[in-house]
Protein backbone atom coordinates (compact mmCIF):
# COMPACT_ATOMS: atom_id res chain seq x y z
CA UNK A 1 0.00 0.00 0.00
CA UNK A 2 1.39 3.56 -1.29
CA UNK A 3 2.22 6.36 1.88
CA UNK A 4 3.60 9.01 0.00
CA UNK A 5 3.26 10.58 -3.31
CA UNK A 6 6.12 9.36 -6.07
CA UNK A 7 6.53 11.58 -8.56
CA UNK A 8 8.13 10.19 -11.77
CA UNK A 9 9.52 13.14 -13.70
CA UNK A 10 10.16 14.06 -17.40
CA UNK A 11 13.86 14.07 -16.90
CA UNK A 12 13.72 10.34 -15.68
CA UNK A 13 14.74 11.57 -11.95
CA UNK A 14 11.77 10.22 -9.54
CA UNK A 15 10.72 12.35 -5.95
CA UNK A 16 9.25 10.95 -3.10
CA UNK A 17 6.64 13.62 -1.59
CA UNK A 18 4.98 12.59 1.63
CA UNK A 19 1.54 14.27 1.27
CA UNK A 20 0.41 17.17 3.41
CA UNK A 21 -3.22 17.59 5.36
CA UNK A 22 -5.35 20.76 3.68
CA UNK A 23 -3.05 21.28 0.48
CA UNK A 24 -3.62 19.82 -2.88
CA UNK A 25 -1.22 17.71 -5.17
CA UNK A 26 -0.10 20.71 -7.27
CA UNK A 27 0.70 23.01 -3.91
CA UNK A 28 2.66 19.62 -3.06
CA UNK A 29 4.74 19.55 -6.20
CA UNK A 30 5.45 23.54 -6.31
CA UNK A 31 7.12 23.47 -2.82
CA UNK A 32 9.06 20.19 -4.02
CA UNK A 33 10.35 22.57 -6.86
CA UNK A 34 8.20 21.41 -9.61
CA UNK A 35 6.32 24.27 -10.65
CA UNK A 36 8.33 26.71 -10.18
CA UNK A 37 8.40 29.96 -12.57
CA UNK A 38 5.00 28.21 -13.89
CA UNK A 39 1.96 30.90 -14.22
CA UNK A 40 -0.58 28.56 -12.95
CA UNK A 41 -4.12 28.96 -11.94
CA UNK A 42 -3.76 27.31 -8.72
CA UNK A 43 -6.49 25.73 -7.74
CA UNK A 44 -9.21 27.50 -10.57
CA UNK A 45 -8.73 24.20 -13.23
CA UNK A 46 -8.44 26.03 -16.18
CA UNK A 47 -4.91 27.03 -17.05
CA UNK A 48 -4.15 22.79 -17.51
CA UNK A 49 -0.33 23.96 -16.69
CA UNK A 50 -0.72 21.42 -13.67
CA UNK A 51 -1.94 18.35 -15.69
CA UNK A 52 -0.20 14.64 -14.54
CA UNK A 53 -0.61 11.46 -15.14
CA UNK A 54 -1.87 9.00 -12.66
CA UNK A 55 -0.01 5.57 -12.68
CA UNK A 56 -1.82 4.37 -9.62
CA UNK A 57 -5.15 5.40 -7.78
CA UNK A 58 -5.96 7.80 -9.98
CA UNK A 59 -9.25 9.85 -8.60
CA UNK A 60 -12.41 10.09 -10.17
CA UNK A 61 -12.41 13.20 -12.57
CA UNK A 62 -13.72 16.45 -12.03
CA UNK A 63 -16.38 18.67 -13.97
CA UNK A 64 -13.31 21.05 -15.15
CA UNK A 65 -11.27 18.58 -16.18
CA UNK A 66 -13.93 16.99 -18.66
CA UNK A 67 -14.03 20.07 -20.13
CA UNK A 68 -10.02 20.80 -20.29
CA UNK A 69 -9.29 16.96 -20.90
CA UNK A 70 -9.66 14.83 -23.46
CA UNK A 71 -12.07 11.37 -23.12
CA UNK A 72 -8.83 9.35 -24.27
CA UNK A 73 -6.42 11.60 -21.87
CA UNK A 74 -8.99 10.70 -18.57
CA UNK A 75 -8.76 7.23 -19.73
CA UNK A 76 -5.39 7.10 -19.23
CA UNK A 77 -4.77 8.82 -15.90
CA UNK A 78 -4.54 12.29 -16.92
CA UNK A 79 -5.68 14.88 -14.21
CA UNK A 80 -5.44 18.10 -12.76
CA UNK A 81 -3.19 18.65 -9.88
CA UNK A 82 -4.63 21.42 -8.52
CA UNK A 83 -7.82 19.52 -8.39
CA UNK A 84 -7.22 16.84 -5.66
CA UNK A 85 -5.95 16.10 -2.59
CA UNK A 86 -2.49 14.86 -2.43
CA UNK A 87 -2.95 11.34 -1.80
CA UNK A 88 -0.56 8.41 -2.11
CA UNK A 89 0.09 7.59 -5.58
CA UNK A 90 2.63 7.16 -8.28
CA UNK A 91 1.87 9.96 -10.91
CA UNK A 92 4.19 10.92 -14.74
CA UNK A 93 5.29 14.74 -14.31
CA UNK A 94 5.60 16.05 -18.02
CA UNK A 95 7.78 18.88 -18.29
CA UNK A 96 6.32 22.08 -17.04
CA UNK A 97 6.28 25.16 -18.81
CA UNK A 98 8.31 28.12 -17.12
CA UNK A 99 8.24 31.46 -17.71
CA UNK A 100 12.07 32.36 -18.19
CA UNK A 101 12.62 35.91 -16.13
CA UNK A 102 13.41 38.72 -18.35
CA UNK A 103 16.39 40.73 -17.71
CA UNK A 104 17.64 44.33 -19.10
CA UNK A 105 21.48 44.82 -17.99
CA UNK A 106 22.69 47.91 -18.15
CA UNK A 107 25.66 47.78 -16.12
CA UNK A 108 29.42 49.28 -16.91
CA UNK A 109 32.66 47.77 -16.24
CA UNK A 110 32.85 50.00 -13.05
CA UNK A 111 30.06 50.34 -10.60
CA UNK A 112 29.14 54.14 -9.99
CA UNK A 113 28.59 53.81 -6.18
CA UNK A 114 26.50 52.21 -4.08
CA UNK A 115 23.32 50.78 -5.47
CA UNK A 116 19.75 50.58 -4.32
CA UNK A 117 16.83 47.83 -5.43
CA UNK A 118 13.55 49.19 -6.32
CA UNK A 119 11.23 46.08 -6.39
CA UNK A 120 7.55 46.09 -7.06
CA UNK A 121 5.82 42.96 -5.53
CA UNK A 122 2.73 42.13 -7.48
CA UNK A 123 -0.19 39.30 -6.79
CA UNK A 124 1.30 37.80 -10.02
CA UNK A 125 4.60 39.42 -11.05
CA UNK A 126 7.89 40.45 -9.52
CA UNK A 127 9.53 43.71 -10.86
CA UNK A 128 12.83 44.97 -9.85
CA UNK A 129 15.59 47.35 -10.60
CA UNK A 130 19.22 48.09 -9.38
CA UNK A 131 19.31 52.03 -9.58
CA UNK A 132 22.08 54.90 -8.78
CA UNK A 133 20.51 58.16 -8.11
CA UNK A 134 17.37 56.74 -9.90
CA UNK A 135 19.25 55.90 -12.98
CA UNK A 136 18.72 52.35 -13.78
CA UNK A 137 21.70 49.99 -13.79
CA UNK A 138 19.83 46.66 -14.43
CA UNK A 139 16.02 45.71 -14.35
CA UNK A 140 14.51 43.04 -14.59
CA UNK A 141 10.47 41.06 -14.42
CA UNK A 142 9.75 37.75 -13.60
CA UNK A 143 6.76 35.43 -11.84
CA UNK A 144 5.87 36.29 -8.20
CA UNK A 145 7.68 33.27 -6.49
CA UNK A 146 4.30 32.47 -4.43
CA UNK A 147 2.18 32.40 -7.73
CA UNK A 148 1.60 28.29 -7.12
CA UNK A 149 0.13 29.19 -3.95
CA UNK A 150 -2.57 30.92 -5.04
CA UNK A 151 -2.61 33.33 -8.05
CA UNK A 152 -5.43 36.05 -6.85
CA UNK A 153 -5.25 37.76 -3.67
CA UNK A 154 -7.93 35.82 -1.51
CA UNK A 155 -6.46 32.60 -2.34
CA UNK A 156 -2.90 34.03 -1.22
CA UNK A 157 -4.59 35.26 1.79
CA UNK A 158 -6.13 31.61 2.63
CA UNK A 159 -2.84 30.01 2.15
CA UNK A 160 -1.15 32.21 4.41
CA UNK A 161 -3.91 32.16 6.98
CA UNK A 162 -1.18 29.77 9.11
CA UNK A 163 2.06 31.30 10.54
CA UNK A 164 4.37 28.50 9.09
CA UNK A 165 2.50 29.12 5.60
CA UNK A 166 3.11 32.83 5.62
CA UNK A 167 6.56 31.93 6.61
CA UNK A 168 6.96 29.96 3.42
CA UNK A 169 5.50 32.77 1.07
CA UNK A 170 7.17 35.33 2.74
CA UNK A 171 10.66 32.91 2.61
CA UNK A 172 9.92 32.23 -1.54
CA UNK A 173 10.23 35.86 -1.98
CA UNK A 174 13.02 37.14 0.76
CA UNK A 175 15.68 33.96 -1.21
CA UNK A 176 14.66 35.55 -4.75
CA UNK A 177 15.84 38.70 -3.48
CA UNK A 178 18.71 37.60 -2.34
CA UNK A 179 19.63 35.37 -5.35
CA UNK A 180 18.80 38.12 -8.15
CA UNK A 181 21.12 40.85 -5.69
CA UNK A 182 24.44 38.28 -5.23
CA UNK A 183 24.02 37.38 -9.35
CA UNK A 184 23.81 41.49 -9.71
CA UNK A 185 25.78 43.61 -6.78
CA UNK A 186 25.60 44.55 -3.41
CA UNK A 187 22.95 46.88 -2.26
CA UNK A 188 22.55 49.17 0.88
CA UNK A 189 18.50 49.61 0.65
CA UNK A 190 15.38 48.41 -0.82
CA UNK A 191 12.13 50.07 -2.16
CA UNK A 192 9.50 47.32 -2.14
CA UNK A 193 5.55 48.63 -3.07
CA UNK A 194 2.90 46.20 -3.24
CA UNK A 195 -0.54 46.12 -2.55
CA UNK A 196 -1.46 45.27 1.30
CA UNK A 197 -1.89 41.58 0.70
CA UNK A 198 1.64 41.00 -0.64
CA UNK A 199 3.48 43.43 1.69
CA UNK A 200 1.90 42.47 4.71
CA UNK A 201 2.79 38.69 3.68
CA UNK A 202 5.99 39.43 2.69
CA UNK A 203 6.89 41.11 6.42
CA UNK A 204 5.16 38.11 8.31
CA UNK A 205 2.62 40.35 9.53
CA UNK A 206 -0.77 39.05 11.41
CA UNK A 207 -3.35 39.26 7.87
CA UNK A 208 -6.43 38.69 9.64
CA UNK A 209 -7.84 41.91 9.15
CA UNK A 210 -6.97 41.10 5.34
CA UNK A 211 -8.95 37.81 5.32
CA UNK A 212 -12.51 38.91 6.28
CA UNK A 213 -14.67 41.65 7.01
CA UNK A 214 -14.91 44.35 8.39
CA UNK A 215 -11.24 44.64 6.64
CA UNK A 216 -8.41 46.49 8.72
CA UNK A 217 -4.74 46.55 7.43
CA UNK A 218 -2.28 44.23 9.46
CA UNK A 219 0.49 48.07 8.75
CA UNK A 220 -0.11 50.85 7.40
CA UNK A 221 3.40 51.42 5.48
CA UNK A 222 5.18 54.28 5.46
CA UNK A 223 7.87 52.36 7.14
CA UNK A 224 11.59 50.96 6.93
CA UNK A 225 11.26 46.87 8.10
CA UNK A 226 14.03 44.61 7.74
CA UNK A 227 12.74 41.35 6.62
CA UNK A 228 15.89 39.09 6.48
CA UNK A 229 19.47 38.97 8.28
CA UNK A 230 20.66 38.78 4.82
CA UNK A 231 19.06 41.31 2.95
CA UNK A 232 19.46 45.90 3.65
CA UNK A 233 16.24 47.21 5.11
CA UNK A 234 13.26 47.66 3.02
CA UNK A 235 11.40 50.93 3.13
CA UNK A 236 7.58 50.19 2.09
CA UNK A 237 5.40 52.80 0.97
CA UNK A 238 1.74 53.93 2.75
CA UNK A 239 -1.05 52.08 2.12
CA UNK A 240 -3.83 54.29 1.76
CA UNK A 241 -6.58 50.95 2.39
CA UNK A 242 -7.14 47.79 2.94
CA UNK A 243 -6.80 47.03 -0.60
CA UNK A 244 -4.89 49.61 -1.88
CA UNK A 245 -1.88 50.03 -1.16
CA UNK A 246 2.35 50.96 -1.65
CA UNK A 247 2.08 50.21 -5.14
CA UNK A 248 -0.71 52.88 -5.49
CA UNK A 249 1.38 55.21 -2.70
CA UNK A 250 4.36 54.49 -5.20
CA UNK A 251 2.17 55.24 -8.37
CA UNK A 252 1.04 58.65 -7.52
CA UNK A 253 4.46 59.41 -6.45
CA UNK A 254 5.34 58.35 -9.89
CA UNK A 255 2.46 60.65 -11.36
CA UNK A 256 3.84 63.63 -9.57
CA UNK A 257 7.57 64.04 -10.15
CA UNK A 258 8.02 62.81 -13.35
CA UNK A 259 8.17 65.15 -16.54
CA UNK A 260 4.89 64.36 -17.08
CA UNK A 261 2.68 65.46 -13.87
CA UNK A 262 -0.84 64.46 -13.94
CA UNK A 263 -3.23 67.34 -13.98
CA UNK A 264 -6.68 67.25 -11.28
CA UNK A 265 -9.23 65.97 -11.86
CA UNK A 266 -7.65 62.71 -13.10
CA UNK A 267 -8.33 59.14 -12.75
CA UNK A 268 -5.51 56.32 -11.91
CA UNK A 269 -6.23 52.51 -12.43
CA UNK A 270 -3.85 50.35 -11.92
CA UNK A 271 -4.70 47.24 -14.50
CA UNK A 272 -3.17 43.65 -11.82
CA UNK A 273 -4.73 40.73 -10.46
CA UNK A 274 -6.37 43.22 -7.96
CA UNK A 275 -7.82 46.39 -9.59
CA UNK A 276 -6.87 49.33 -7.14
CA UNK A 277 -8.31 52.71 -7.85
CA UNK A 278 -7.32 56.61 -7.16
CA UNK A 279 -9.46 59.44 -8.49
CA UNK A 280 -7.45 62.64 -7.53
CA UNK A 281 -9.54 66.05 -7.48
CA UNK A 282 -6.68 68.18 -6.76
CA UNK A 283 -3.14 68.04 -4.68
CA UNK A 284 -5.17 67.69 -1.34
CA UNK A 285 -7.69 65.57 -2.09
CA UNK A 286 -8.20 62.28 -3.22
CA UNK A 287 -10.84 59.37 -3.50
CA UNK A 288 -9.69 55.87 -3.35
CA UNK A 289 -11.43 52.27 -4.17
CA UNK A 290 -10.13 48.52 -5.17
CA UNK A 291 -12.48 45.78 -6.94
CA UNK A 292 -10.97 42.14 -7.03
CA UNK A 293 -10.15 41.31 -10.78
CA UNK A 294 -8.37 38.15 -11.08
CA UNK A 295 -5.43 37.32 -13.05
CA UNK A 296 -7.16 37.46 -16.64
CA UNK A 297 -5.65 40.13 -17.57
CA UNK A 298 -1.79 39.05 -16.56
CA UNK A 299 -3.05 35.94 -19.27
CA UNK A 300 -2.93 33.36 -15.94
CA UNK A 301 -5.99 31.60 -15.61
CA UNK A 302 -7.29 31.03 -19.02
CA UNK A 303 -7.79 28.49 -20.74
CA UNK A 304 -5.17 29.52 -23.48
CA UNK A 305 -3.46 32.23 -21.11
CA UNK A 306 0.32 32.61 -21.26
CA UNK A 307 2.03 35.77 -19.78
CA UNK A 308 3.54 38.17 -22.13
CA UNK A 309 6.64 36.44 -23.74
CA UNK A 310 8.04 35.31 -26.74
CA UNK A 311 5.83 32.98 -28.92
CA UNK A 312 2.61 34.59 -27.01
CA UNK A 313 0.01 36.19 -29.30
CA UNK A 314 -0.55 39.55 -27.95
CA UNK A 315 -3.36 41.10 -30.46
CA UNK A 316 -5.41 40.28 -33.53
CA UNK A 317 -6.47 40.90 -36.77
CA UNK A 318 -9.28 39.41 -39.40
CA UNK A 319 -8.34 38.92 -43.43
CA UNK A 320 -9.97 37.03 -46.10
CA UNK A 321 -8.18 33.71 -44.26
CA UNK A 322 -9.67 33.98 -40.90
CA UNK A 323 -8.10 35.59 -37.68
CA UNK A 324 -4.25 36.57 -38.13
CA UNK A 325 -2.27 36.71 -34.57
CA UNK A 326 0.66 39.07 -33.61
CA UNK A 327 2.97 37.00 -31.88
CA UNK A 328 5.54 38.23 -29.66
CA UNK A 329 8.76 38.19 -31.46
CA UNK A 330 11.94 35.43 -29.86
CA UNK A 331 15.04 36.92 -28.43
CA UNK A 332 17.82 35.27 -29.43
CA UNK A 333 17.99 34.15 -25.81
CA UNK A 334 15.05 32.88 -25.16
CA UNK A 335 13.55 29.92 -26.40
CA UNK A 336 9.40 30.35 -27.94
CA UNK A 337 7.25 28.50 -25.50
CA UNK A 338 4.12 27.07 -26.57
CA UNK A 339 1.19 29.13 -28.24
CA UNK A 340 -0.56 30.99 -25.91
CA UNK A 341 -2.74 34.14 -25.38
CA UNK A 342 -1.94 37.12 -23.03
CA UNK A 343 -4.40 39.73 -21.06
CA UNK A 344 -3.85 42.38 -24.31
CA UNK A 345 -4.47 38.82 -26.09
CA UNK A 346 -7.73 38.26 -24.90
CA UNK A 347 -8.79 42.02 -25.04
CA UNK A 348 -8.25 42.31 -28.74
CA UNK A 349 -9.57 39.46 -29.48
CA UNK A 350 -12.86 40.10 -27.85
CA UNK A 351 -12.44 43.15 -29.13
CA UNK A 352 -12.78 42.03 -33.03
CA UNK A 353 -15.50 39.57 -32.46
CA UNK A 354 -17.69 42.29 -31.06
CA UNK A 355 -16.61 44.34 -34.04
CA UNK A 356 -17.54 41.50 -36.10
CA UNK A 357 -20.68 40.13 -34.79
CA UNK A 358 -19.45 36.92 -34.09
CA UNK A 359 -19.47 38.02 -30.11
CA UNK A 360 -22.84 39.56 -28.87
CA UNK A 361 -22.55 42.52 -25.84
CA UNK A 362 -24.21 39.67 -24.14
CA UNK A 363 -20.78 37.72 -24.30
CA UNK A 364 -22.52 35.45 -26.27
CA UNK A 365 -21.31 33.86 -29.62
CA UNK A 366 -23.09 35.52 -32.53
CA UNK A 367 -23.74 34.54 -36.29
CA UNK A 368 -20.47 37.10 -37.72
CA UNK A 369 -21.87 40.50 -39.94
CA UNK A 370 -19.58 39.92 -42.78
CA UNK A 371 -18.94 37.04 -44.94
CA UNK A 372 -15.07 36.49 -43.30
CA UNK A 373 -17.24 37.06 -39.94
CA UNK A 374 -19.25 34.80 -40.92
CA UNK A 375 -17.04 31.99 -41.82
CA UNK A 376 -14.82 32.64 -38.36
CA UNK A 377 -18.73 31.85 -36.88
CA UNK A 378 -18.82 28.77 -38.55
CA UNK A 379 -15.84 27.49 -36.69
CA UNK A 380 -18.01 27.29 -33.57
CA UNK A 381 -18.09 23.88 -31.74
CA UNK A 382 -19.11 22.45 -27.91
CA UNK A 383 -16.86 20.28 -26.06
CA UNK A 384 -18.34 18.60 -23.84
CA UNK A 385 -21.12 21.33 -23.57
CA UNK A 386 -19.39 24.11 -23.44
CA UNK A 387 -19.01 26.38 -26.63
CA UNK A 388 -15.71 26.40 -28.15
CA UNK A 389 -14.58 29.25 -31.28
CA UNK A 390 -11.51 27.43 -33.12
CA UNK A 391 -9.07 30.22 -33.41
CA UNK A 392 -7.70 28.01 -36.62
CA UNK A 393 -3.91 29.09 -35.26
CA UNK A 394 -1.69 26.58 -33.53
CA UNK A 395 -4.84 24.59 -31.79
CA UNK A 396 -6.14 27.83 -29.52
CA UNK A 397 -9.76 28.45 -28.94
CA UNK A 398 -12.02 30.71 -27.26
CA UNK A 399 -14.12 28.30 -24.79
CA UNK A 400 -17.14 30.50 -23.37
CA UNK A 401 -15.56 30.60 -20.12
CA UNK A 402 -13.04 32.27 -21.06
CA UNK A 403 -15.24 35.45 -22.76
CA UNK A 404 -17.16 35.12 -18.72
CA UNK A 405 -13.80 35.56 -17.05
CA UNK A 406 -12.84 38.50 -19.33
CA UNK A 407 -16.67 40.13 -18.61
CA UNK A 408 -15.99 39.77 -14.93
CA UNK A 409 -12.47 41.92 -15.38
CA UNK A 410 -14.60 44.52 -17.20
CA UNK A 411 -17.38 44.81 -14.80
CA UNK A 412 -15.46 45.35 -12.04
CA UNK A 413 -13.68 48.06 -13.63
CA UNK A 414 -16.99 49.74 -14.99
CA UNK A 415 -17.90 49.69 -11.78
CA UNK A 416 -15.34 51.30 -10.16
CA UNK A 417 -14.68 53.60 -12.57
CA UNK A 418 -18.55 54.54 -12.61
CA UNK A 419 -18.84 54.33 -8.82
CA UNK A 420 -15.59 56.60 -7.83
CA UNK A 421 -16.99 59.42 -10.80
CA UNK A 422 -20.40 59.26 -8.83
CA UNK A 423 -19.09 60.00 -5.53
CA UNK A 424 -17.43 63.11 -7.06
CA UNK A 425 -20.44 64.64 -9.00
CA UNK A 426 -18.37 64.01 -11.81
CA UNK A 427 -18.68 63.02 -15.66
CA UNK A 428 -16.17 61.17 -17.80
CA UNK A 429 -15.97 63.98 -20.02
CA UNK A 430 -15.04 65.86 -16.53
CA UNK A 431 -11.32 64.35 -16.08
CA UNK A 432 -8.81 65.86 -17.59
CA UNK A 433 -6.60 62.73 -17.45
CA UNK A 434 -7.20 58.73 -17.20
CA UNK A 435 -4.19 57.33 -16.60
CA UNK A 436 -3.46 53.27 -16.80
CA UNK A 437 -1.04 51.86 -14.64
CA UNK A 438 1.10 47.77 -14.47
CA UNK A 439 2.38 46.50 -17.32
CA UNK A 440 -0.54 45.77 -19.17
CA UNK A 441 -1.69 49.39 -19.01
CA UNK A 442 1.51 49.73 -20.83
CA UNK A 443 0.64 47.20 -23.80
CA UNK A 444 -3.53 47.76 -24.37
CA UNK A 445 -4.85 48.86 -27.24
CA UNK A 446 -7.16 51.95 -25.64
CA UNK A 447 -9.37 51.14 -28.45
CA UNK A 448 -9.83 47.37 -27.21
CA UNK A 449 -10.87 49.11 -23.86
CA UNK A 450 -13.66 51.07 -25.67
CA UNK A 451 -14.82 48.44 -27.81
CA UNK A 452 -15.17 46.07 -24.71
CA UNK A 453 -16.68 48.79 -22.77
CA UNK A 454 -14.02 49.10 -19.71
CA UNK A 455 -13.70 52.74 -20.93
CA UNK A 456 -16.52 54.92 -22.25
CA UNK A 457 -15.85 56.40 -25.60
CA UNK A 458 -15.28 59.70 -24.38
CA UNK A 459 -12.29 58.89 -22.72
CA UNK A 460 -10.39 57.35 -25.49
CA UNK A 461 -8.53 60.37 -26.40
CA UNK A 462 -7.58 61.69 -22.57
CA UNK A 463 -6.02 58.37 -21.78
CA UNK A 464 -2.48 57.28 -21.53
CA UNK A 465 -0.62 53.98 -20.47
CA UNK A 466 1.94 54.87 -18.11
CA UNK A 467 3.56 51.79 -17.52
CA UNK A 468 4.27 50.15 -14.02
CA UNK A 469 4.01 53.29 -12.08
CA UNK A 470 4.11 51.22 -8.78
CA UNK A 471 8.03 50.63 -10.15
CA UNK A 472 8.78 54.44 -11.22
CA UNK A 473 7.73 55.74 -7.65
CA UNK A 474 9.82 53.38 -5.95
CA UNK A 475 12.44 53.93 -7.79
CA UNK A 476 11.94 57.85 -7.22
CA UNK A 477 11.72 57.24 -3.25
CA UNK A 478 15.18 55.13 -3.40
CA UNK A 479 16.77 58.84 -3.32
CA UNK A 480 14.22 61.19 -3.10
CA UNK A 481 13.17 62.54 0.30
CA UNK A 482 10.63 64.87 -0.65
CA UNK A 483 8.65 61.74 -2.69
CA UNK A 484 8.27 60.33 0.21
CA UNK A 485 7.05 63.17 2.73
CA UNK A 486 4.51 63.53 -0.15
CA UNK A 487 4.21 59.92 0.40
CA UNK A 488 3.57 60.20 3.83
CA UNK A 489 0.90 62.99 3.67
CA UNK A 490 -1.27 60.61 0.91
CA UNK A 491 -2.84 58.49 3.68
CA UNK A 492 -4.61 61.42 5.72
CA UNK A 493 -5.46 63.24 1.77
CA UNK A 494 -7.32 60.20 1.23
CA UNK A 495 -10.92 59.15 1.27
CA UNK A 496 -11.89 55.25 0.80
CA UNK A 497 -14.84 54.14 -1.28
CA UNK A 498 -16.34 50.88 -0.13
CA UNK A 499 -17.54 49.13 -2.69
CA UNK A 500 -18.03 45.27 -1.88
CA UNK A 501 -19.42 45.95 1.20
CA UNK A 502 -22.69 48.37 -0.17
CA UNK A 503 -25.95 46.84 -0.52
CA UNK A 504 -26.09 47.34 -4.09
CA UNK A 505 -22.92 46.00 -5.29
CA UNK A 506 -24.27 43.00 -6.56
CA UNK A 507 -26.87 44.60 -8.47
CA UNK A 508 -24.49 47.06 -9.88
CA UNK A 509 -22.07 44.12 -10.78
CA UNK A 510 -24.17 42.82 -12.64
CA UNK A 511 -25.55 45.41 -14.34
CA UNK A 512 -21.66 45.77 -16.09
CA UNK A 513 -21.43 41.69 -17.11
CA UNK A 514 -21.99 43.46 -20.53
CA UNK A 515 -19.00 44.34 -23.22
CA UNK A 516 -20.91 48.07 -23.07
CA UNK A 517 -19.61 51.03 -20.60
CA UNK A 518 -22.55 51.68 -17.80
CA UNK A 519 -22.51 54.92 -16.37
Not at 219 to 224: D, F, H, L, P, R
Not at 305 to 331: C, E, H, Q
Amino acid sequence: METSLTVRCHDGKTMVCPPAEGLNMAQILFLNGAFQGVPLCSGMGRCGLCRVRFESNPPEPRKEELHKLSASEIESGWRLSCLHPSTPATIFLPEPERVVPRVSDRFSAKLPGTLALAVDLGTTGLHWAFTFEGKILKSGQELNPQIGLGSEVMSRLAFAAKPDQRRILSQLVTDRLQSIIAETAPVSKMVISGNPSMTSILAQDDIKGLSSAPYSLPSNGGETVKLDANLPEAYIPPHLAPFVGADISAGIVALNFSDHAAQPPYLFADLGTNGEFVLCLSEGEYIVCSVPMGPALEGVGMSNGRTAGPGAVSAFNLNPLGLSPSVIKTDDQEQPRKPGITGTGYLSLCSLLLKSGVLTREGRFGPGNTPFAAKLADKLTEINGTPVLDLGFEGLTLPAPDVEEILKVKAAFNLAMSALLHQAGLAPSDLKELILGGAMGRHVNINDLVTTGFLPAESAAITRAAGNTSLKGSIILTHNQEARDFAAGLPVRSTILELAGSNDFGQKYLERMIFKYVY
